[in-house]
């Protein structure tokens, strides 16, 4: 058995960070997030016969290489075919390989989407397709992999993905479809290097912040008010908002023990345009940044152009991605072998 699915990244408005349980991966806050058009992962799993597991995967720009468990990641990515392998009461072994076409591990959810692509095709690939059809039983089948953010790639548009207190009662949900609203998501890359300290780790730092608990207070009110925003299309109400969680959350991994400073010369100096241009010309653009240096400017469609130029101007900007509302993670008929 052959399937192929892609899956897009995402880009959080309201951001998950700390985990509520580490076992099962149920996060400390409610997040919402816009999935990215421009930044995917496709992957390809075949199920059959083979002596071993083989996992290969294609970083942007870089050649195949054989997936080695050497990292937290790695160890994510084995533990989820054995789990669902043991859900399918399968002994099959499996044959994958996963490529994005973005800057991995970059703080451009690149887990986001690699997760989300290899749980939807290991679960067809082992015939589960009730656990894929079912988009909130997929959320929570994907949220056993570890990575957070991958849950809400599961579907377009805007997503929010609700904590629960156990496995059934933490999933993700559809707030408004990728054809509700023409935002756009212009990510400046100031560095696409691979960054240090990577957020999965982070998670379980985030109760020594002494900022934690205040930011989990001081969001509740936030998590309202960006998805009324989302579904009112009001981007004066929603740009601040999504500004003021990426700070909080700053603020919270700068001050774990150890810091976690994601920040480079780029990512302030854009940080600063941003807020200079709107109040010298009203021009609606707001910044939000993930584990990573590269920054993510959140704009309306008719914005997009004179905002891509300008950050175009910017001496750190290496280049600029682009992204709208899209689908969320679906098969597709081309295999990748
Ligand atoms: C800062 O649990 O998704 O991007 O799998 O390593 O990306 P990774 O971690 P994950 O945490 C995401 C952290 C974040 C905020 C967010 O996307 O909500």
């Known amino acids: 058995m052959k399937v192929s699915v892609v899956s897009p990244a995402n880009i959080a408005f309201i951001k998950y960070w700390g985990r509520a349980d580490h076992q099962i991966f ?36 870089k050649e195949y290489t054989v997936l080695e468990k050497d990292s937290i990641k790695a160890k994510n990515i084995f533990d989820q075919i054995e789990r669902i392998r043991d859900l399918a009461k399968s002994s099959q ?41 079912d988009k909130v039983e997929l959320s929570r089948q994907v949220r ?44 400046a890359v100031v560095d696409p290097e691979k960054k240090k300290i990577s957020s999965s780790e982070c998670h379980q730092l985030a109760d020594t912040s002494p900022y934690f608990e205040t ?68 021009l609606q653009a707001y910044f939000t940044i993930d584990a990573g240096a590269n920054v993510h400017v959140i704009c309306e469609k008719k914005d997009a152009v004179e905002v891509k130029k300008r950050l175009q101007n910017n001496e750190y900007v290496k ?9 969320g993670t679906h098969i597709i008929s081309e295999h990748l072998f």
């Open 26 to 61: 149920l996060p400390r806050n409610n997040n919402i997030s816009m999935t990215m058009s421009g930044c995917a992962t496709t992957t390809t799993v075949e199920t059959g016969n083979f002596s071993s597991d083989d996992v290969q995967v294609k970083f942007f720009e």
């Open 93 to 133: 072994r499996v044959r994958i390989k996963s490529e994005n076409n973005f800057p991995a591990d970059a703080g451009i959810a690149s887990s986001a989407s690699s997760f989300s692509a290899l749980t939807a095709a290991l679960l067809l690939a082992f015939g589960l397709n009730e656990k894929f059809e």
């Open 144 to 187: 056993l992999c570890g990575s957070g953010s991958a849950i809400r790639s599961v579907y377009g548009g805007f997503v929010e993905f609700l904590t629960g207190h156990d496995h059934e009662t933490s999933y993700a949900v559809q707030i408004a479809d990728e054809n509700y609203w023409d935002l756009v998501d212009l990510v």
């Open 215 to 282: 930011r989990i207070k001081e969001m509740q009110p936030r998590i309202d008010i960006v998805r009324q925003a989302i579904l009112d299309r009001d981007f004066r109400k929603l740009g601040p908002e999504i500004e003021r969680d990426s700070n909080s959350l700053h603020i919270v991994m700068m001050t774990q023990i150890p810091a976690a400073f994601y920040w480079a010369p780029g990512t302030i100096s854009i940080m600063k345009s941003i807020m200079d241009w709107r109040e010298d010309d009203d």
């Open 319 to 327: 280049w600029i991605i682009e992204n709208k509302p899209c689908a």
